[in-house]
């Protein structure tokens, strides 16, 4: 089962931030939160990972707590294309047993609105 | 710099065949997993080769098998297809140091008739 617990759908403007929490109280101090997104019929993309430090790409920024029991993905300027299932993951990172796959739950239906 | 490739992109097939999907990884990445997505759910994972090993297996039955070449690319084996075989099969590959972030192909589509 997914160690994660994220909202079923959300919807978002064109032109703002969307922000996608996610829920992982059991997440173990070796574990990575992974944020993974999937457009319609497409393979999954990745999008960003962090272990205990907030961090930031070209795609988007991951807010991680301080207990590191939660955590949020921001996308700052939400367009159309934008639109997607988001999954956020936890794992280890690693070879072997359960260190090797991802586990997907259901993710965040995001929704952005013209 | 190319992402995964997946062949062929879509296939069908009747119920007892056997079918061979393709993946090759990006350059420099040593790992291949397997993914299988029914539809209205999120991918499940099938199999993990790292080095032409298997290193993970998901709760897939034996008709499931896969291996791995000495280039990295890898093949998946499905036989006696069923029809709740029809799917999404994703590969993903990864880089054998750090974060091992995965990425996605853009899979093959099989429809089992």
């Known amino acids: 089962d997914a160690k994660t617990t994220q909202p079923t759908s959300m919807d978002c403007a064109e032109g703002r931030a969307a922000n996608l929490p996610c829920n992982h109280s059991t997440i173990s101090g070796n574990e990575y939160v992974y944020w993974y997104r999937q457009i319609h019929s497409q393979g999954p993309q990745y999008i960003i990972h962090g272990l205990k430090n907030n961090e930031t790409n070209e795609m988007a920024s991951l807010i991680i707590t301080e207990d590191r029991k939660s955590s949020t993905l921001i996308l700052p300027h939400a367009t159309l294309r934008d639109t997607a299932v988001y999954y956020c993951i936890v794992r280890v990172a690693g070879y072997g047993g359960s260190q090797g796959n991802l586990i997907f739950g259901k993710g965040t239906k995001l929704s952005v609105k013209p | 710099d190319a992402g995964v490739t997946q062949s062929p992109t879509h296939l069908i097939k009747t119920r007892g065949q056997h079918v061979t999907l393709r993946c090759s990884p990006i350059s420099g990445h040593k790992s291949v997993s397997w993914y299988q997505q029914v539809l209205g759910q999120g991918p499940q994972f099938i199999f993990q080769?790292?080095?032409?090993?298997?290193?993970g297996r998901g709760n897939f039955p034996d008709r499931f098998s896969a291996r791995q070449f000495p280039n990295y690319s890898s093949e998946l084996n499905v036989n006696a297809l069923l029809l709740g075989d029809s799917a999404l099969y994703l590969c993903a590959s990864s880089f054998p140091q750090g974060a091992n972030e995965q990425y996605f192909g853009p899979g093959t589509r099989l429809t089992v008739t």
């Open positions: 080769y790292y080095e032409k090993e298997e290193r």
